[in-house]
C-alpha cells in the first residue's frame, strides 16, 4: 500500500481527492477540539452489517442547517442546528471548497480500537457527485484508499491534527476508504465531515 505524503499529489485514477495539512494551525485546532469534545452531544448507535448488528466502534453526531435526516447502514440520524464552533468551521471549510454545506457528520474515535470500515459515501441523500470535506482534529489516524475495480491502487494517508481531506467528483463511485484500528496507544480524534443533503436529492 502506497502512503501518501502532504507533499505529494494525490493523483489517483477516477478520483478528485486532495489534502491539506495544515489547514488549521494547531492552536484552533487545540481551541476547536476542546470545544466540541466538550459541547457536542455524542451518541453511540448499533450498526447493522450483514446482518449482524452491533456498537458502532465510534461516537457520533449530526448537525444541519435544513433538519434534513442522514440515513447509513440502517441508521438514522436527525441534525442538531449548527453551534456557533461548528458554523466558524463551516463557513473556512466553504471559503477553501468553494461549496454551501448544508450538514456536519461528526465522529469522536475514542481511542485505536474506533473505527470505520470499508465504504463509500455514496448514499442517495448526498446525490451523483458529493463532495465531502473531512477536518481532522486530535491524534493523527491513517485513513487507507482502495479503487473499486483496480486491485493495486490502495493508498494511505496520515490525517494529521488541523488537517482538511477534500473528495468530490467521481470518487465515491469508484473509491472506497476506512479509518482501521490500530493496536498502537493512540489518543481521541474527532472528525468532522462537511457535505450537501437536499430534499429529494439522488
Known sequence: MNTLFDHEPLSLPDADISYHPNFLDKALANTYFKKLKEEVPWQEDDITVFGK????????????NNGLEY????????????SGTLREIKLKVEALAKVPFTTCLLNLYRDGKDSNGWHADNEKEL????VIASVSLG????FHLKHNHIKEERHKILLQHGSLLLMQGPTQHHWKHQIPKTAKP??????LTFRVIREGQS
Not at 53 to 64: D, E, F, N, V
Not at 71 to 82: E, G, K, L
Not at 127 to 130: D, E, K, V
Not at 139 to 142: F, I, M, S, T
Open 127 to 130: 446525490g451523483q457527485n458529493p
Open 71 to 82: 440515513r447509513y447502514s440502517n441508521i438514522v440520524m436527525r441534525p442538531h442546528p449548527f
Open 139 to 142: 491524534a493523527a489516524r491513517y
Open 186 to 191: 493512540i489518543g481521541e480524534r474527532i472528525n
Open 53 to 64: 448488528t452491533y456498537a458502532q466502534p465510534r461516537l457520533t453526531a449530526l448537525y444541519g
